[in-house]
């Protein structure tokens, strides 16, 4: 290769190079939002999550908190806030709104660190008994094997779940072997606090 072949090279490759990173940085700058922020704008807080509060350029504002019981949460000079049943959007615009006492146009965001509201509860028969956190649309099925199966004795036709609605408690039978044939409408959609009881 001639001299003047490598003198062409040497003052393309750069160029070159530069237009690939501007192509790079701007299929960042058009990319979409994460899925991970589309999840935390449809979450609903409960009790016991964890939350981080960050208010732009007031620390004394911004700091973690814990979802109480009660649902609410305590923040400085705000006192207690209600938390619960709120996403993490909601949350933000009702902290900001608040905080325009004491500052002016604040910047709120609220971030979900610890999720500990949405657990089921595992009793009886099974590989691992407590508490089992809760995945979204988690299904009977779903949770059973997260939970290790059923063990060797236990009675499959007689499981059934707890479930607290409205302040009443009720008890709903599991059709176990026909859900795991296939039969999706009898692999019941969980919600949050149900206890499955294998005996």
Same mark, same amino acid.
């Not at 449809?42 to 504002?61: C, H, N, Q, R």
């Given at each position: 290769m001639k001299t003047g072949n490598f003198v062409i090279l040497a003052l393309f490759v750069p160029v070159l190079l530069c237009q690939a990173q501007d192509n790079k940085? +701007?299929?960042? !700058?058009?990319?979409?939002? #994460? !899925?991970?922020?589309?999840? &935390? #704008? &449809?979450?609903?807080? @409960? +009790?016991?999550?964890?939350? &981080?509060? &960050?208010?732009?350029?007031?620390?004394?504002?911004? @700091?973690t908190l814990l979802v109480r019981p009660d649902g609410m949460v305590s923040v400085p000079l705000l006192g207690d806030i209600q938390a619960s049943g709120l996403t993490p959007l909601q949350l933000a615009d009702q902290l900001a709104t608040r905080l325009k006492k004491y500052i002016q146009d604040p910047n709120v965001s609220v971030v979900i660190s610890q999720i500990h509201s949405k657990v089921i509860y595992m009793l009886g028969e099974v590989g691992k008994k407590g508490p089992i956190e809760m995945t979204p649309g988690m299904k009977l099925l779903e949770a059973i094997s997260s939970a290790g199966g059923l063990t060797d004795y236990a009675n499959s036709k007689k499981i059934y779940i707890l479930r607290d609605e409205a302040g009443k408690r009720q008890n709903i039978p599991v059709h176990y072997k026909q859900a795991l044939k296939g039969d999706s409408a009898l692999n019941l959609a969980l919600k949050p606090g149900d206890t499955i009881v294998v005996p």
């Open positions: 940085l +701007a299929d960042q !700058a058009v990319s979409p939002p #994460a !899925a991970n922020s589309q999840s &935390t #704008a &449809t979450y609903v807080i @409960g +009790a016991s999550d964890v939350l &981080t509060v &960050t208010v732009w350029k007031e620390p004394s504002f911004s @700091g």
